[in-house]
């Protein structure tokens, strides 16, 4: 027969063990999921259309952000055999918000390759150009920006960063970004690397050839070999670049 005393023992052991296995639960239950963020990605350009799914846009690997649900994307249209237009989307949960393929329409060989958001109201997008042509391009979005367009000559490939509104897509305003050629004042090419955001200025890192731009938009005296590592420091409504610099450059 169980005393009295040695039942209470027995009982108190029990709810303790019913405890540790209720907290043992606890513990191996699976931790939450926290949606990925990317603000930042600039990458090689890859094709796609409006009409593409996320799922296929996502399998080619290219350049995007996300917040939560929305992710966007940018890369390019090829609409002939020697020609591409940038085109950029935006996806909610799987569900396209907007599409855009309006930016640059003319021969120029226009491609996306990088953006930046913070997840809210700031949207850049980086876009190359070879050349000035006849039509709509990013020229119409650059009037009174730090360059306001490809300037002389056509062949490299240079830069155009635009200030987008996530919204909708709308290009707000844009400046073109390119290295300019010290003997004949021509354009000549640049590659932006990295955007980071502060809150107030967005500050690009580039591989710029000869020769890298002053803040004043005039050539920079370098020695040692092209191309340079190059940083421009402009206000957030592009119109200004507080500081320019590139190693082995004055």
Do not use: H
Not at 108 to 120: A, M, P, S
């Amino acid at each position: 027969m169980i005393s009295s005393q040695q039942l209470q023992k027995y009982l108190a052991s029990f709810s303790l063990s019913v405890v540790l296995v209720a907290d043992l639960a606890i513990t191996q239950k699976a931790p939450p999921a926290f949606a990925q963020t990317i603000n930042s990605s600039i990458g090689n350009a890859v094709t796609f259309s409006c009409n593409d799914s996320e799922a296929t846009i996502k399998a080619k690997n290219g350049p995007k952000v996300k917040n939560v649900n929305t992710t966007i994307y940018i890369g390019y249209q090829q609409v002939s055999s020697n020609n591409k237009n940038p085109v950029t989307i935006r996806f909610n949960n799987g569900i396209k918000t907007w599409c855009r393929t309006d930016y640059e329409t003319t021969n120029d060989d226009g491609t996306g390759y990088g953006l930046f958001w913070d997840g809210r109201n700031v949207l850049y997008g980086v876009y190359s150009s070879s050349g000035s042509q006849t039509g709509n391009d990013f020229r119409r979005f650059a009037t009174g920006r730090w360059l306001s367009s490809y300037g002389s000559g056509g062949g490299p490939k240079v830069a155009v960063i635009a200030r987008i509104n996530p919204a909708n897509g709308e290009v707000n305003y844009a400046t073109f970004l390119s290295a300019k050629k010290a003997d004949n004042g021509q354009t000549n090419s640049l590659v932006v690397n990295k955007l980071s955001w502060n809150g107030t200025n967005l500050t690009v890192q580039a591989t710029s050839w000869w020769t890298p731009r002053r803040a004043n938009t005039n050539s920079m005296t370098c020695s040692g070999s092209s191309p340079y590592q190059y940083t421009a420091v402009f206000t957030g409504d592009l119109t200004k670049v507080n500081s320019a610099s590139a190693v082995t450059c004055s």
